[in-house]
Nanobody, 114 residues
Framework: QVELVESGGGLVQPGGSLRLSCAAS????????MGWYRQAPGKQRERVAT???????TYADSVKGRFTISRDNAKNTVYLQMNSLKPEDTAVYYC????????WGPGTQVTVYS
């Protein structure tokens, strides 16, 4: 079973940027697709972005053009670059494997407000 550790969250003003990281262990990382998810207070968890083992990406409409998912297979890490942040981006962000879902970890908190 893969172990995933999210990091990089914090408090940022609207219009600011954050870069989230997800370090994976326990699997052959390069063979698996990865994804970022988020859950805001009072809302269900939603998928934000995915990246396949081949590098193809998808994004939720709410973040398209502002967020970029990428991966570094040599480091067993997936990233989420978050630009032009809005208050509605406030949520706990999680990583997982969209086509090989495992347990959800604690995530990393992103808070956007002035």
């Amino acid at each position: 079973q893969v172990e995933l550790v999210e990091s990089g969250g914090g408090l940022v003003q609207p219009g600011g940027s954050l870069r989230l990281s997800c370090a994976a262990s326990g699997r052959i990382f390069s063979n698996y697709g990865m994804g970022w998810y988020r859950q805001a207070p009072g809302k269900q968890r939603e998928r934000v972005a995915t990246i396949t083992s081949g590098g193809s990406t998808t994004y939720a409409d709410s973040v398209k053009g502002r967020f970029t998912i990428s991966r570094d297979n040599a480091k067993n890490t997936v990233y989420l670059q978050m630009n032009s942040l809005k208050p509605e981006d406030t949520a706990v962000y999680y990583c997982n494997m969209p086509w090989d879902l495992g347990p959800w970890g604690p995530g990393t908190q992103v808070t956007v407000y002035s």
